[in-house]
């Protein structure tokens, strides 16, 4: 079956996907920390807010261009990083991979992905890629992978700071879900620990690796090492947003790990205008969170996002149909955003602005 029989409408993603994806790994795919009360906080942020339709605005032609770090992307949402990609798809973010790079959208790549940076690159040579880095309790593996994503030409490091511990996820301990120790991590040396063999939780395989000691250190012993951009992802306080920039970030990303960390944590829709504030001109702001559709997108822009970053819906689509599922997600998407572009009067990104939220 096609993935355009799979799923005609963005509507149908969810839904679809369920269907094919198996018990463990759908809880492990959907599943948020708790009482998953920020999961729904993302969604309802957006469901609250709504735009102001304007009209007689000539918009015969529509741009949906736009820069990311100073790179040009033909639209203004990517694909977050997200692991273990091969639990929904034997080809994993190789698929993803190819599915970006021929729809021009980019893709951050999780240090947690199955198969390598390397492998990834040459999966889909020319396409516009980010590493998401954790970072290890040794440093040197940490720096290491940082060469390597130098090495394999990805264009920016997305470190992520909001996992010092991991969240504790009620629906797949319920599901029982596990992680085969055995299965490949293509980024990290299979000396790293953890050295046990059976099925491990997630916690078991996350906390092993990544390091609960990080401060803000981290940010300038970063830029020794490296000349890639850095943006700074799981923020969701101006404060340490400007911190951050001053730290000579690049910019950030408002993110609550897509409700998997700490429940009860704010929507990133909701927290994103204070943070822009806080970053001004200085630094670019990027959001995760919540982001279904093409009017989510315009939402985020018009709050003071320069782009967003979406995780479950494209795992969905690469569930669906593999890397033209993903296309298709893809292309619906920038449809959606296209056409509510045009329905609130803007000709391209740049016209986006305040002002087009109803203000009740």
Known sequence: MSPGTLFRTLSELEAT????????????????????????????AFAHRFLLPRVLADVREVRTGTTFLGRKTPQPFFIAPTAYQTLVHPEGERAMARAAAAEGVLLSLSTLSN???????EAAPG?????????HRDRQVTEA??????????????????????????????AAFHLDSAMPLGNLDPEVPPHRSGPLSQRDHAEDRIDPSLTWEILPWLKERTGLPLLVKGVLSPTDARRALDERAAGVIVSNHGGRQLD???????????????VGSDGEVYLDGGVRRGSDVVLALALGARGVGLGRPPLWALAA????????????????????????????????????????
């Open 127 to 135: 396409g516009e890629r980010w590493f998401q880095l954790y970072v």
């Open 115 to 121: 198969f390598s940076l390397e492998s990834v690159s």
């Open 145 to 174: 992978i940082v060469r390597r994503a130098e090495k394999a030409h990805y264009q920016g490091l997305v470190l992520t700071v909001d996992v010092p511990v991991l969240g504790i996820r009620d629906r797949q301990e319920e």
């Open 17 to 44: 996907a369920d269907r094919i994806l198996p018990s463990g790994v759908q809880e492990y795919v959907q599943g948020g920390s708790e009482e998953e009360r920020t999961i729904q906080a993302n969604r309802e």
């Open 321 to 360: 149909g593999g890397a033209e599922g993903v296309r298709r997600w893809a292309r619906l998407l920038r449809e959606e955003f296209r056409n509510a572009l045009a329905l609130t009067g803007c000709r391209g990104v740049e016209d986006v602005n305040p002002g087009l939220l109803f203000r009740k």
């Open 264 to 278: 009860g944590a704010p929507a990133t829709l909701d927290a994103l205008p204070a943070v822009a504030e806080a």
